[in-house]
């Protein structure tokens, strides 16, 4: 009887770890979706982007329906009084009519 009891516990604590470790998953996800880092490069820029972030003296970084946009000038290096968000980022060329071309990833 004892063995029955303690395999009882074992699948009660294991399915409301399981419940946890799904709910959990599915929050970080719907949080990440909700507010992702939008990159805005120049049309044809190839290289590294440098993003200094927490400078005093520089523009906070704008938003757009909650998506924090990280408009990269054409020398590739951005410095913003605002702090770094980590989340879902999306990666687009911008062209001189602020028409977008999505790179094709996403992180």
């Given at each position: 009887m004892?063995?029955?009891r303690k395999k009882i516990w074992w699948i009660i604590l294991s399915t409301i770890?399981?419940?946890?470790l799904f709910a959990g998953?599915?929050?970080?996800k719907d949080k990440y979706k909700k507010h992702p880092n939008i990159f805005l490069i120049p049309n044809g820029?190839?290289?590294?982007?440098?993003?200094h972030y927490g400078l005093n003296g520089y523009p906070p970084l704008?938003?757009?329906e909650e998506a924090i946009i990280l408009r990269i000038p054409e020398s590739g290096v951005l410095k913003t009084s605002s702090e770094p968000s980590y989340t879902l980022e999306k990666f687009y060329y911008v062209d001189k009519n602020d028409n977008?071309?999505?790179?094709?990833?996403?992180f």
């Amino acid at each position: 009887m004892m063995f029955f009891r303690k395999k009882i516990w074992w699948i009660i604590l294991s399915t409301i770890i399981v419940v946890f470790l799904f709910a959990g998953n599915n929050y970080l996800k719907d949080k990440y979706k909700k507010h992702p880092n939008i990159f805005l490069i120049p049309n044809g820029y190839v290289g590294w982007i440098e993003i200094h972030y927490g400078l005093n003296g520089y523009p906070p970084l704008p938003t757009e329906e909650e998506a924090i946009i990280l408009r990269i000038p054409e020398s590739g290096v951005l410095k913003t009084s605002s702090e770094p968000s980590y989340t879902l980022e999306k990666f687009y060329y911008v062209d001189k009519n602020d028409n977008r071309i999505e790179l094709g990833f996403e992180f």
